[in-house]
């Protein structure tokens, strides 16, 4: 019988995960760094490392006791080897290499985005390939298309800013605190939608790609030019109602982007499924609009629940799951900061220009 570890050091959640064979979770358990970074506005990857060294013994032991084993009943361990914060992979790939090496099971090395990607069918597991994948994140505003779980090609990705760093940018300038997307989320339900009109980015011809940076430059711009400021120190429920205007209306338009090229991907490629995970996926107006695209183009549309959207270790041992017969030797398993996927072009007769 499987009883797999799972451990996800690639940014600045540490969190380790305990999974059945069947793909069932024992246990998920996540130390969250937003306290360490929130000075900053932003991850500060030396901090990050450090406080993975810190939290990842206890992190891995709390999913042991919630999932009821010790680890002598572990048979495997996955962990995530990229892409992220070099420093931060290190200190989960070093982790778990010597609990592999000591345990004397095998480690499999698992891609962070992949099992983003994959995390959909936690909780669908009937969806249908192939599969369009939404990734979005702080880090990543990328479309995949996926044959399989380990069969994906990179379609769109971002030029500039990801989705999640342009909501962060944005509500950092309103005195939110760090990461403000969960925040922008609840408080863009005050505002109206339609206060503040944004040019939706234009793409060049035929571009699948997404570019948020010149959005989040223009909302900045509308502060400036109008001398729109937050009182320092001011309650987020208590902001002048432009401020709310202007969350829903930035909101609303990162939703038409990640949709319009979303919509244009999947009708170039004709899908069978479309999935959307990550931290930005957690939005409630994103995830309305992705089941209103589903429904138009008549495609099954799935996401995780919101705890397997932002970055966590049940994901990454799903991912591994079924194990391959044969693992590499412990001290094989590596981390690699960045990823390379297949590109995969596609032709797309109009361009992506909007109104
Ligand atoms: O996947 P994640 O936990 O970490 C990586 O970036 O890899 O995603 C974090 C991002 C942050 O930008 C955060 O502001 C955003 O996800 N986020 C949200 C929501 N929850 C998290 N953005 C919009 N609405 C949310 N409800
Ligand atoms: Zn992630």
Same mark, same amino acid.
């Given at each position: 019988?499987?009883?797999?570890?799972?451990?996800?050091?690639?940014?600045?959640?540490?969190?380790?995960?305990?999974?059945?064979?069947?793909?069932?979770?024992?246990?998920?358990?996540?130390a969250?760094?937003?306290?360490?970074?929130?000075?900053?506005?932003?991850?500060?990857?030396?901090?990050?490392?450090?406080?993975?060294?810190?939290?990842?013994?206890p992190?891995?032991?709390?999913?042991?006791?919630?999932?009821?084993?010790s680890?002598?009943?572990?048979?495997?361990?996955?962990?995530?080897?990229?892409?992220?914060?070099?420093?931060?992979l290190?200190?989960g790939?070093?982790?778990?290499?010597?609990?592999?090496?000591?345990?004397?099971?095998?480690?499999?090395?698992?891609?962070?985005?992949?099992?983003?990607?994959?995390?959909?069918?936690?909780?669908?597991?009937?969806?249908?390939?192939p599969?369009?994948?939404?990734?979005?994140?702080?880090?990543?505003?990328?479309?995949?298309?996926?044959?399989?779980?380990?069969?994906?090609?990179?379609v769109?990705?971002?030029?500039?800013?990801?989705?999640?760093? /342009?909501?962060?940018?944005?509500?950092?300038?309103? &005195? $939110?605190?760090? @990461? *403000? !997307?969960?925040?922008? +989320?609840? =408080?863009?339900?005050?505002?109206?939608?339609?206060?503040?009109?944004?040019?939706?980015?234009?793409?060049?011809?035929?571009?699948l790609?997404?570019?948020?940076?010149?959005?989040?430059? /223009?909302?900045?711009?509308?502060?400036?030019?109008? &001398? $729109?400021?937050? @009182? *320092? !120190?001011?309650?987020? +429920?208590? =902001?002048?109602p432009?401020?709310?205007?202007?969350?829903?209306?930035?909101?609303?338009?990162?939703?038409?982007?990640?949709?319009?090229?979303?919509?244009?991907?999947?009708?170039?490629?004709?899908?069978?499924?479309?999935?959307?995970?990550? &931290?930005?996926?957690?939005?409630?107006?994103?995830?309305?609009?992705?089941?209103?695209?589903?429904?138009?183009?008549?495609?099954?549309?799935?996401?995780?629940?919101?705890?397997?959207?932002?970055?966590?270790?049940?994901?990454?041992?799903?991912?591994?799951?079924?194990?391959?017969?044969?693992?590499?030797?412990?001290?094989?398993?590596?981390?690699?900061?960045?990823?390379?996927?297949?590109?995969?072009?596609?032709?797309?007769?109009?361009?992506?220009?909007?109104?």
């Amino acid at each position: 019988m499987t009883v797999l570890l799972a451990v996800e050091t690639s940014c600045d959640d540490t969190s380790a995960a305990v999974l059945a064979g069947d793909g069932r979770v024992l246990s998920s358990v996540v130390a969250s760094q937003d306290a360490v970074h929130a000075p900053y506005g932003g991850v500060v990857p030396e901090l990050a490392s450090r406080q993975h060294l810190a939290n990842l013994p206890p992190t891995v032991d709390s999913a042991l006791r919630e999932a009821g084993i010790s680890e002598r009943d572990l048979t495997a361990i996955a962990v995530t080897c990229g892409p992220g914060l070099q420093g931060s992979l290190l200190v989960g790939v070093s982790y778990a290499k010597a609990m592999a090496w000591a345990l004397r099971i095998p480690l499999h090395g698992v891609n962070h985005v992949e099992a983003h990607l994959r995390s959909s069918w936690m909780e669908a597991p009937d969806l249908p390939y192939p599969s369009l994948g939404l990734v979005v994140s702080g880090g990543h505003s990328h479309i995949f298309h996926c044959r399989s779980p380990h069969d994906v090609a990179l379609v769109a990705a971002t030029r500039d800013d990801a989705a999640g760093e /342009a909501l962060d940018k944005l509500g950092k300038r309103l &005195g $939110l605190p760090y @990461p *403000a !997307g969960p925040l922008m +989320d609840r =408080l863009a339900a005050r505002g109206n939608p339609k206060a503040v009109v944004f040019t939706l980015p234009r793409m060049s011809s035929g571009s699948l790609d997404y570019s948020f940076s010149g959005l989040k430059t /223009a909302a900045l711009h509308y502060m400036n030019l109008r &001398g $729109l400021e937050v @009182p *320092a !120190g001011a309650d987020p +429920d208590h =902001l002048p109602p432009w401020a709310y205007d202007l969350i829903a209306s930035y909101q609303k338009r990162v939703a038409d982007h990640l949709m319009q090229v979303l919509k244009k991907t999947a009708l170039a490629l004709r899908p069978r499924s479309i999935t959307m995970a990550g &931290g930005v996926a957690c939005n409630s107006h994103i995830r309305v609009r992705l089941q209103a695209l589903g429904k138009e183009l008549a495609v099954r549309t799935a996401f995780p629940r919101p705890a397997y959207c932002t970055d966590n270790a049940a994901m990454v041992g799903f991912q591994a799951l079924p194990l391959p017969q044969a693992a590499p030797p412990p001290e094989e398993v590596d981390a690699f900061p960045t990823a390379i996927w297949t590109r995969m072009s596609l032709e797309v007769n109009s361009p992506c220009r909007t109104r």
